[in-house]
Nanobody, 121 residues
Framework: QVQLVESGGGSVQAGGSLRLSCAAS????????MGWYRQAPGKQRELVAR???????NYADSVKGRFTISRDNAKNTVYLQMNSLKPEDTAVYYC???????????????WGKGTLVTVSS
């Protein structure tokens, strides 16, 4: 079984910072890309940031210059440092990992249960 567990969400005032963490655990053979998505009330889930196994990153235009994604391959963990938060960043943030489980030949997408980030004005 593979699990992704997020932590670090919470409430913050506009202009503040939060750091999200997501640890992948279980029978993992190899992790490809990892990323963060978010879903605000009444909206579709959208990509926030993604990082490849080699460290290449891409970001949504709305968070460029404010958010930084990083990963620790030894710990199977991905982080999202969020600075200069805005009320429009309020959403449930989901961790995603594209990985190959032990005994499986192909890669699948796995998701965490999400962590709520609330930014007040």
């Amino acid at each position: 079984q593979v699990q992704l567990v997020e932590s670090g969400g919470g409430s913050v005032q506009a202009g503040g910072s939060l750091r999200l963490s997501c640890a992948a655990s279980g029978s993992i053979s190899r992790i490809n890309a990892m990323g963060w998505y978010r879903q605000a009330p009444g909206k579709q889930r959208e990509l926030v940031a993604r990082i490849s196994s080699g460290g290449s990153t891409n970001y949504a235009d709305s968070v460029k210059g404010r958010f930084t994604i990083s990963r620790d391959n030894a710990k199977n963990t991905v982080y999202l440092q969020m600075n200069s938060l805005k009320p429009e960043d309020t959403a449930v943030y989901y961790c995603n990992a594209n990985l190959r489980a032990v005994g499986v030949l192909w890669y699948n997408d796995y998701w965490g249960k999400g962590t709520l980030v609330t930014v007040s004005s």
